[in-house]
């Protein structure tokens, strides 16, 4: 199943990476392979593309207005009844805004319903929730995900429809526990991992026990083929069809998931990397309006529910101006 919240992700990356700086070769080549790879992979970079060229208009809205005032103001000198312009430009503004607003919601909003009426327990954007399991099992739910929980005689199921979820799993060697995302299942008995829906992949960290990661449809015909891996303790893995897997040992868990207190840890992340992280704990939409030098790290530790600030903050430690637009829905960095 095709994650299209994940492909927007991607598809908005490209878009900041492709009208922030020159690409090599090697990136270009990169990009078109992902591009041509899906049908969806192109509509949702023309989509992003049109938000980033409206966002540069809107960007000459939110200059510092004594920036505006001496470009304009030899203009509007001797002009009688300027403050009838100035507000007018003002209302101009505002419903450009909530025009953008408008078709970026039916945008997603379809999606969002679909996975509702699915789901058997739902997380809001920035919030972290428990769900206690019918078994005793924990599922702790990250930022905007859901699940769809399935107990049968034989096997206790929860498929990650979106978003990021950390399990508790009672032990029970008779019905095992099989967390499923996209084309991945990731199998133990009595263990705790997180599972993490991507683009088209999934994402494995282990934090105690052993879990057994591989296709679903190999758990359907309980075939071990050379795509089903085994993760111990402090192992990590990006597993799909479309992904090169492999283990990664001794991850720095506590940081990978630091979540689950409520925090996000950036250690030298990228800067782009670090606002559409961020982005998944902000209620609305993130717009860069600017070009950004992708060299720039970013390292703090901030809190989960305080996207907007941590977004202004290392914008401002950047060089650059976060502000919102229309308050939790449009937040603009140039």
Do not use: C
Not at 50 to 61: C, S, T
Not at 80 to 86: A, G, W
Not at 127 to 151: C, F, H, M, V, W
């Amino acid at each position: 199943m095709i994650n299209k919240t994940d492909i927007t992700e991607t598809a908005r990356l490209w878009v900041i990476r492709i009208n922030s700086e020159d690409l090599s070769d090697a990136e270009r080549a990169e990009f078109s392979n992902w591009y041509n790879a899906n049908p969806s992979h192109k509509l949702a970079f023309e989509s992003e593309q049109e938000n980033w060229d409206v966002a540069e208009a809107l960007k000459a809205a939110f200059k510092p207005a004594s920036e505006t005032d001496k470009t304009t103001s030899h203009l509007t000198k001797n002009v009688p009844h300027s403050h009838h312009l100035q507000t007018k430009n003002g209302w101009m503004k505002a419903a450009a805004i909530f025009a953008f607003m408008t078709i970026l919601g039916l945008y997603s909003w379809s999606d969002h319903l679909m996975i509702l009426a699915q789901a058997d327990a739902v997380s809001s954007t920035g919030e972290q929730k428990r769900i206690d399991l019918p078994d005793g099992s924990l599922a702790l739910l990250n930022t905007n995900s859901a699940i769809k929980i399935s107990y049968t005689e034989t096997e206790r199921k929860i498929e990650i429809l979106r978003g990021e979820v950390f399990f508790k799993v009672r032990s029970d060697k008779n019905h095992p526990f099989r967390v499923v995302a996209n084309d991945g299942s990731a199998k133990a008995v009595g263990t705790a991992y997180s599972v993490r829906k991507g683009h088209e992949q999934m994402t494995v960290t282990v934090t105690e026990g052993t879990v057994s990661v591989s296709s679903k449809d190999q758990e359907k015909t309980q075939v071990h083929l050379k795509s089903t891996y085994l993760l111990g303790r402090g192992h990590q893995i990006h597993f799909g069809q479309q992904v090169k897997s492999e283990i990664t040992k001794n991850v720095d868990v506590k940081k990978q998931l630091a979540w689950r207190k409520g925090k996000i840890i950036f250690d030298n992340t990228p800067l782009g990397e670090a606002i559409i992280e961020l982005s998944r704990y902000y209620p609305g939409r993130i717009i860069v309006a600017k070009q950004i030098n992708k060299s720039k790290r970013v390292s703090g530790v901030f809190p989960s529910n305080k996207a907007s600030s941590a977004i202004k903050a290392i914008a401002r430690s950047n060089g650059l101006t976060a502000k919102e637009t229309v308050k939790s829905l449009l937040l603009v960095i140039y």
